[in-house]
């Protein structure tokens, strides 16, 4: 009896610790498939001031799924995505809205912000298209 309990002690172990590191992947998966990430990415791969401060090759590194600065629910996404080059690191400041769910998401703004303090406006949304 004591065996077979240490067995599902030590398996049930095993599996916890799994599963914590694959939640935190998954995760961080759906973030960067989601249409206001997405749409904030392109934003800044268009952007040639931007991308000339961070320099080539950009990397785009993983967000700290716990932070403050990150707010998604059904109408408003509020995201800070770490991003570097050689040159120069920093976040990319999103906001992102939509009408209703299951609508598409709209790109509001779009900031580089370095490290240093200096701020890259990417994309503002404009109004006057309405």
């Not at 998966?29 to 392109?42: I, N, P, V």
Request: aromatic fraction near 6%; glycine fraction near 6%.
């Amino acid at each position: 009896m004591q065996a077979s309990w240490r067995k599902a002690l030590l398996y049930s172990s095993a599996l916890c610790t799994g599963i914590g590191p694959l939640l935190y992947y998954l995760i961080q998966k759906g973030l960067t498939r989601a249409e206001y990430y997405q749409m904030a990415l392109e934003q800044l791969h268009g952007h040639r001031e931007a991308l000339e401060a961070l320099g080539s090759p950009l990397r785009v590194h993983c967000m700290p799924i716990l932070s403050k600065d990150h707010l998604v629910d059904i109408a408003d996404a509020r995201l800070k995505i770490p991003v570097s080059g050689p040159k120069a690191e920093g976040c990319l400041l999103t906001r992102s809205t939509r009408s209703a769910p299951f609508q598409r998401w709209n790109l509001q703004e779009v900031i580089l912000e370095l490290k240093d303090g200096q701020q890259i406006p990417v994309f503002t949304h404009s109004e006057e298209g309405k």
